[in-house]
């Protein structure tokens, strides 16, 4: 049962009803224990002074908050009846108290708020029951408090001594709680835990938790010792050691690195600018201890100042005949960008101190653009660096990292040319077009200085903080397209287009270069394995669609791994591989030609377009149904095509009448247009021709010659304006079998560019104005004998094509 009488057995103490409230701040008081306390504000000085008059007792209650007047919400319920045991002023008007805490008590309620709190208050009764697991709780608790006085430093061992001689389970918790580290909200818990047991199982938690800290503490703390004694051992050591080697006229192993710096900084030639900072910076390696974070920094520094190569260049080899064997012999055709590097070393020849190139292959993917930057080191006897750009969205990959950083490295620049060995390799920048940009910088921002040749003989990387000279190598970026190129960028390079490749090109391509390539790559012998040409040339045709030679080469390498197996496996010993074996090794054709295996029809226009793997064919077609003048165009085309496609149908219906249309067939019916492959974004005003002509046809329900290929944009008044890309538009037509190419007249100037067996092969009709594209492209008779009322049937169709042609 619990006991209602004061638990030491003794009379309860006199509380007064009422008694004045003194604010206490980040503390509790417990009863029986003795606290210090200084009281500076005016008022709680008079309230004590009143308090000494009377009962000499104030109920001392802690604040929530930490304000310098707590008002009585801003206080806790509970607090403790302390009695004033001595008092002392001090010379400032403040008062140095002693109180001791009497009993817990209750704030009833408040009776007075100025000058100073005063409250009624009740005395609030403990439970206390001695049993057996409260007395084994107090013991834990005093061994606890054992162990923390010993390991803390702040706690006397008086204080256990103290602690042992409380017999009452409800005072030693106080006490304990009284001594150690703990927060005002949960001294305050303590505080309010009026069962006994609940007070030390609180206690207990509190006790575990201050224990482990001390451990964490007095563990860091012995290890720190231990490695200061260490480290002091190994100084003392070091010193010794110094003291031997100089009775020895030995030189340490610090000594003798900053003396082969030294020497590195005098043997490699850097200039003036560069040595002062490489001479500071080894004079505070010098002075600083090797254990110092420093050391490591300003030692990786030197190292790349010294082994980056100032005055180290390779040797130019001259001989103009040997390096175009050597372009030859790695690249067919491609003849601008050999005539330029051949052009460069002739001007080198006779100029010595030049300043090296920055060029810029633009070309799809697949023409050799990368290789070829390879073949130009070897033919120029320079080394080769490469660095893919494609994704980079770091200014400091270029520029690279400040020294502060940790980890800081040269950029991209400094450290192929310190790859390279030398200060004038062929260095390729590959995919210049793909570079991106976000919060870090721009890169292609800071390769303007490393591309400009008035600004590169001093660039300054980031990390190394000092001028290096990049004039004397030979930049190369590649590109796929030059639209996406920072414009500034592209203003300080020299754009050489590497167009895709014409059959015949691609063909001699596979013979003298692929397929030796790929034999060799499989261990096949010469005599092993043999494709004849019209293999080669339906491999081209049927299994590749492309300006580069990438997805031939795959299909060779399919064929030498088939047949590779086959010798393998014993079968055979050699194979020759013609036309008809294709299906078997590379299963059925993947393309086929579109315009000769198709015939003409009303409404279906072949045009020419750009794209950025080479040119290709493609096909606008028109259809009418009745509707009320609509116009649908449908295959994701880009706005300025749409645009083209709304010019087109203005111009169509303008001349209408010409072509026997009623007015007011426009009002009465709807016109789509769809340009295939759907899934493909498509752009661009050059199918404008392409569009009027599938448009006029469907109207007039007149065929189209499939065989006559057209590009060309156009105006409201029907004229045919330039176009770009003309080379890859005729390239794809030759490849698909087209006759003839309508073209705008502004571009038949730019015909030269195109090879002379393809200008052979195909009939270009130069136009200005879109009825002369109507009047070679639409057959003037319209329909087959087959036909009726407009509609041209299969049967019909095709021997009107026959007739038509």
Same mark, same amino acid.
């Given at each position: 049962?619990?006991?209602?009488?004061?638990?030491?057995?003794?009379?309860?103490?006199?509380?007064?009803?009422?008694?004045?409230?003194?604010?206490?701040?980040?503390?509790?008081?417990?009863?029986?224990?003795?606290?210090?306390?200084?009281?500076?504000?005016?008022?709680?000085?008079?309230?004590?002074?009143?308090?000494?008059?009377?009962?000499?007792?104030?109920?001392?209650?802690?604040?929530?908050?930490?304000?310098?007047?707590?008002?009585?919400?801003?206080?806790?319920?509970?607090?403790?009846?302390?009695?004033?045991?001595?008092?002392?002023?001090?010379?400032?008007?403040?008062?140095?108290?002693?109180?001791?805490?009497?009993?817990?008590?209750?704030?009833?309620?408040?009776?007075?708020?100025?000058?100073?709190?005063?409250?009624?208050?009740?005395?609030?009764?403990?439970?206390?029951?001695?049993?057996?697991?409260?007395?084994?709780?107090?013991?834990?608790?005093?061994?606890?408090?054992?162990?923390?006085?010993?390991?803390?430093?702040?706690?006397?061992?008086?204080?256990?001594?103290?602690?042992?001689?409380?017999?009452?389970?409800?005072?030693?918790?106080?006490?304990?709680?009284?001594?150690?580290?703990?927060?005002?909200?949960?001294?305050?818990?303590?505080?309010?835990?009026?069962?006994?047991?609940?007070?030390?199982?609180?206690?207990?938690?509190?006790?575990?938790?201050?224990?482990?800290?001390?451990?964490?503490?007095?563990?860091?703390?012995?290890?720190?010792?231990?490695?200061?004694?260490?480290?002091?051992?190994?100084?003392?050591?070091?010193?010794?050691?110094?003291?031997?080697?100089?009775?020895?006229?030995?030189?340490?192993?610090?000594?003798?690195?900053?003396?082969?710096?030294?020497?590195?900084?005098?043997?490699?030639?850097?200039?003036?600018?560069?040595?002062?900072?490489?001479?500071?910076?080894?004079?505070?390696?010098?002075?600083?201890?090797?254990?110092?974070?420093?050391?490591?920094?300003?030692?990786?520094?030197?190292?790349?100042?010294?082994?980056?190569?100032?005055?180290?260049?390779?040797?130019?080899?001259?001989?103009?005949?040997?390096?175009?064997?050597?372009?030859?012999?790695?690249?067919?055709?491609?003849?601008?960008?050999?005539?330029? =590097?051949?052009?460069?070393?002739?001007?080198?020849?006779?100029?010595?101190?030049?300043?090296?190139?920055?060029?810029?292959?633009?070309?799809?993917?697949? $023409?050799?653009?990368?290789?070829?930057?390879?073949?130009?080191?070897?033919?120029?006897?320079?080394?080769?660096?490469?660095?893919? *750009?494609?994704?980079?969205?770091?200014?400091?990959?270029?520029?690279?990292?400040?020294?502060?950083?940790?980890?800081?490295?040269?950029?991209?620049?400094?450290?192929?040319?310190?790859?390279?060995?030398?200060?004038?390799?062929?260095?390729?920048?590959?995919?210049?077009?793909?570079?991106?940009?976000?919060?870090?910088?721009?890169?292609?921002?800071?390769?303007?200085?490393?591309?400009?040749?008035?600004?590169?003989?001093?660039?300054?990387?980031?990390?190394?903080?000092?001028?290096?000279?990049?004039?004397?190598?030979?930049?190369?970026?590649?590109?796929?397209?030059?639209?996406?190129?920072?414009?500034?960028?592209?203003?300080?390079?020299? $754009?050489?287009?590497?167009?895709?490749?014409?059959?015949?090109?691609? *063909?001699?391509?596979?013979?003298?270069?692929?397929?030796?390539?790929?034999?060799?790559?499989?261990?096949?012998?010469?005599?092993?394995?043999? =494709?004849?040409?019209?293999?080669?040339?339906?491999?081209?045709?049927?299994?590749?669609?492309?300006?580069?030679?990438?997805?031939?080469?795959?299909?060779?390498?399919? =064929?030498?791994?088939?047949?590779?197996?086959?010798?393998?496996?014993?079968?055979?010993?050699?194979?020759?591989?013609?036309?008809?074996?294709?299906?078997?090794?590379?299963?059925?054709?993947?393309?086929?030609?579109?315009?000769?295996?198709?015939?003409?029809?009303?409404?279906?226009?072949?045009?020419?377009?750009?794209?950025?793997?080479?040119?290709?064919?493609?096909?606008?077609?028109?259809?009418?149904?009745?509707?009320?003048?609509?116009?649908?165009?449908?295959?994701?085309?880009?706005?300025?095509?749409?645009?083209?496609?709304?010019?087109?149908?203005?111009?169509?219906?303008?001349?209408?009448?010409?072509?026997?249309?009623?007015?007011?067939?426009?009002?009465?019916?709807?016109?789509? =247009?769809?340009?295939?492959?759907?899934?493909?974004?498509?752009?661009?005003?050059?199918?404008?021709?392409?569009?009027?002509?599938?448009?006029?046809?469907?109207?007039?329900?007149?065929?189209?010659?499939?065989?006559?290929?057209?590009?060309?944009?156009?105006?409201?008044?029907?004229?045919?304006?330039?176009?770009?890309?003309?080379?890859?538009?005729?390239?794809?037509?030759?490849?698909?079998?087209?006759?003839?190419?309508?073209?705008?007249?502004?571009?038949?100037?730019?015909?030269?560019?195109?090879?002379?067996?393809?200008?052979?092969?195909?009939?270009? $009709?130069?136009?200005?104005?879109?009825?002369?594209?109507?009047?070679?492209?639409?057959?003037?008779?319209?329909?087959?004998?087959?036909?009726?009322?407009?509609?041209?049937?299969?049967?019909?169709?095709?021997?009107?094509?026959?007739?038509?042609?």
């Amino acid at each position: 049962m619990p006991n209602n009488h004061h638990p030491s057995g003794m009379q309860e103490p006199y509380v007064p009803e009422v008694l004045p409230v003194l604010p206490l701040k980040d503390t509790v008081i417990y009863p029986h224990i003795i606290v210090p306390l200084l009281v500076t504000r005016e008022e709680l000085v008079k309230m004590i002074d009143e308090a000494l008059t009377s009962d000499r007792m104030v109920a001392a209650v802690a604040a929530r908050e930490e304000v310098e007047d707590p008002q009585p919400e801003q206080l806790y319920q509970v607090g403790t009846a302390a009695a004033i045991i001595r008092m002392l002023k001090l010379p400032d008007g403040s008062m140095q108290l002693f109180v001791q805490g009497v009993h817990r008590i209750r704030i009833v309620d408040y009776v007075q708020t100025h000058p100073f709190l005063k409250a009624r208050v009740e005395k609030v009764r403990e439970k206390v029951e001695r049993t057996i697991e409260v007395e084994g709780l107090a013991r834990n608790i005093l061994a606890q408090f054992k162990n923390i006085v010993q390991m803390a430093p702040y706690l006397p061992n008086e204080i256990f001594i103290a602690a042992m001689n409380i017999s009452e389970p409800h005072n030693l918790a106080d006490f304990i709680a009284s001594n150690i580290n703990l927060s005002l909200e949960e001294k305050q818990e303590l505080l309010e835990a009026l069962d006994v047991k609940e007070r030390l199982e609180k206690l207990t938690i509190y006790l575990n938790r201050e224990l482990e800290i001390l451990e964490i503490g007095s563990k860091i703390q012995s290890q720190i010792q231990t490695e200061m004694s260490k480290s002091q051992r190994e100084y003392w050591l070091r010193e010794q050691l110094k003291a031997i080697q100089k009775e020895l006229g030995e030189i340490d192993e610090r000594t003798m690195e900053i003396n082969e710096f030294r020497e590195k900084i005098e043997k490699s030639g850097m200039p003036e600018e560069a040595r002062k900072e490489a001479e500071r910076e080894l004079d505070r390696l010098a002075k600083m201890p090797v254990a110092a974070a420093e050391y490591t920094v300003a030692r990786t520094y030197l190292e790349w100042l010294t082994s980056l190569p100032w005055n180290v260049s390779t040797e130019d080899n001259l001989d103009i005949e040997r390096a175009r064997k050597i372009l030859d012999e790695d690249h067919y055709d491609l003849e601008k960008v050999k005539d330029r =590097i051949l052009e460069y070393l002739a001007v080198r020849k006779l100029k010595q101190n030049m300043k090296g190139p920055i060029l810029c292959f633009v070309g799809p993917p697949g $023409v050799g653009k990368t290789s070829l930057g390879q073949s130009i080191a070897r033919a120029l006897g320079r080394k080769f660096v490469r660095v893919s *750009l494609g994704g980079m969205h770091d200014e400091a990959e270029i520029r690279g990292h400040r020294r502060t950083y940790i980890g800081a490295l040269p950029g991209r620049i400094i450290q192929g040319i310190r790859k390279a060995g030398s200060n004038n390799p062929v260095f390729m920048l590959d995919e210049v077009d793909k570079i991106g940009a976000d919060f870090r910088g721009d890169p292609a921002a800071a390769l303007l200085e490393v591309l400009d040749p008035e600004q590169n003989h001093s660039f300054s990387d980031h990390y190394l903080d000092v001028p290096f000279d990049l004039s004397k190598v030979m930049f190369i970026t590649t590109a796929n397209t030059s639209v996406t190129i920072h414009p500034a960028l592209l203003d300080r390079m020299e $754009v050489l287009e590497l167009p895709g490749y014409t059959e015949v090109e691609k *063909l001699h391509i596979a013979r003298d270069h692929l397929l030796p390539r790929q034999m060799e790559a499989h261990g096949l012998k010469k005599n092993q394995l043999t =494709i004849t040409e019209g293999a080669l040339r339906a491999i081209i045709r049927n299994y590749t669609r492309e300006a580069g030679v990438r997805n031939l080469d795959r299909e060779i390498a399919t =064929i030498c791994r088939k047949v590779a197996k086959e010798i393998a496996m014993g079968k055979r010993k050699s194979k020759k591989v013609r036309e008809q074996d294709l299906h078997d090794l590379l299963g059925p054709p993947k393309y086929r030609f579109e315009v000769l295996e198709e015939e003409d029809e009303v409404g279906v226009a072949t045009g020419l377009a750009w794209t950025e793997s080479g040119g290709d064919v493609l096909f606008v077609e028109a259809q009418v149904m009745p509707g009320e003048g609509n116009l649908i165009l449908t295959g994701k085309l880009g706005e300025v095509m749409q645009e083209s496609a709304r010019a087109a149908l203005s111009y169509v219906r303008s001349v209408a009448d010409r072509y026997g249309v009623d007015p007011e067939f426009f009002k009465k019916h709807d016109l789509h =247009i769809h340009v295939p492959a759907g899934a493909i974004p498509k752009d661009g005003p050059s199918a404008g021709v392409t569009m009027a002509t599938a448009l006029l046809s469907a109207i007039t329900r007149r065929k189209v010659r499939k065989e006559v290929g057209m590009t060309g944009e156009i105006t409201l008044r029907g004229k045919v304006l330039p176009i770009g890309g003309l080379k890859e538009k005729v390239l794809a037509a030759h490849r698909a079998g087209v006759k003839e190419v309508i073209i705008p007249e502004e571009n038949m100037k730019f015909l030269e560019e195109i090879p002379e067996f393809i200008r052979k092969d195909l009939k270009f $009709v130069p136009v200005r104005h879109i009825d002369e594209v109507f009047q070679v492209a639409i057959h003037p008779d319209g329909q087959g004998p087959n036909c009726e009322a407009g509609v041209g049937g299969p049967a019909g169709e095709a021997k009107n094509r026959k007739k038509g042609s």
